[in-house]
């Protein structure tokens, strides 16, 4: 059975990078491709969009991947925005972090997994979603 596989913005800048984590992302990156199709949303876009590259590089360099672009499910910002005030009555402070619940939530209702470096944080507001991370991966 495939499964799709929403990536987050993290796992997309360690591809785009070299850094430290970027093997380990490839990794399950490639493993999430071989299990099924992999979801590129329109928050994960709009977040990677701080780099200096020119929309259509961007693309191209993510393009092996095949991603199938999806726009954020209106059934998934209220879910999104209750994640998040749950956040902030527990005293976080990182204005931030919406987009992180947005993309969560799109994850979850889509019925996608969610490849991400920032595991605790989606399984503690989201304890429904399945959840890869590059890290629990053998």
Same mark, same amino acid.
Do not use: C
């Given at each position: 059975?495939?499964?799709?596989?929403?990536?987050?913005?993290?796992? &997309?800048?360690?591809?785009?990078?070299?850094? $430290?984590?970027?093997?380990?992302?490839?990794?399950?990156?490639?493993?999430?491709?071989?299990?099924?199709?992999?979801?590129?949303?329109?928050?994960?876009?709009?977040? /990677?969009?701080?780099?200096?590259?020119?929309? +259509?590089?961007?693309?191209?360099?993510?393009?092996?991947?095949? #991603? =199938?672009?999806?726009?954020? #499910? &209106?059934?998934?910002? &209220? $879910?999104?925005?209750?994640?998040?005030?749950?956040?902030? +009555? /527990?005293?976080?402070?990182?204005? =931030?972090?919406? #987009?992180?619940?947005?993309?969560?939530?799109?994850? /979850?209702?889509?019925?996608?997994?969610?490849?991400?470096?920032?595991?605790? =944080?989606? =399984?503690?507001? &989201? $304890? +429904? /979603?399945?959840?890869?991370? $590059? +890290?629990?991966? #053998?």
């Amino acid at each position: 059975m495939k499964i799709s596989t929403l990536i987050d913005t993290n796992i &997309f800048i360690d591809l785009l990078g070299n850094g $430290p984590q970027a093997n380990a992302s490839s990794q399950a990156t490639i493993a999430a491709l071989d299990a099924g199709d992999i979801v590129l949303s329109a928050i994960v876009w709009a977040e /990677l969009a701080f780099s200096k590259q020119i929309e +259509e590089d961007l693309m191209r360099r993510i393009a092996w991947l095949k #991603p =199938r672009r999806e726009g954020f #499910p &209106f059934e998934a910002a &209220f $879910p999104a925005g209750r994640a998040h005030s749950h956040y902030r +009555e /527990l005293g976080g402070r990182r204005g =931030r972090t919406l #987009p992180d619940f947005l993309i969560g939530a799109h994850a /979850l209702i889509g019925g996608h997994r969610l490849l991400t470096r920032d595991a605790s =944080r989606y =399984r503690s507001y &989201f $304890p +429904e /979603l399945d959840i890869l991370s $590059p +890290e629990t991966l #053998p």
